[in-house]
């Protein structure tokens, strides 16, 4: 007696997520469906154009935002910008280059920075203890 295996199935807004892509924005099928895993693969590997047009004008989830403006979504937060925005209003944005952002980005640098240095020295303590 063999067993059928169900397909792994993920809600709509993880497969967004894992898309790079608002979900409200998704059409309607693709929200008030399931999403196999296959499904999801296949949309990564073969975008449909909905898909393409989405990742490449928007709108945009915050961490796609935070991403391509270089700051952290919490810095996104302290500058006030809680909604989805559009390729377009992102390249506004590094256009005008407002104070906020050359300081959100040095604080972002500061921290790959730290995380640099203290993996380093994660390596260091641990190569040493092999010794």
Do not use: C, Y
């Amino acid at each position: 007696m063999t067993s059928q295996h169900s397909p792994q199935t993920m809600k709509p807004a993880t497969a967004a997520k894992k898309l790079g892509v608002l979900l409200e924005a998704t059409p309607a099928e693709f929200r008030e469906g399931v999403v196999s895993r296959a499904d999801l693969a296949a949309l990564q590997t073969d975008p449909p154009s909905w898909l393409n047009d989405l990742r490449r004008d928007g709108p945009h989830p915050r961490p796609v935002v935070a991403n391509k403006l270089g700051v952290s979504i919490s810095g996104l937060a302290r500058a006030g910008l809680t909604e989805p925005l559009t390729t377009e209003q992102i390249e506004e944005i590094k256009t005008e280059s407002p104070e906020w952002l050359a300081k959100e980005r040095a604080t972002q640098a500061e921290v790959r920075k730290e995380t640099v240095r203290i993996k380093a020295k994660q390596a260091e303590k641990t190569a040493g203890q092999q010794d």
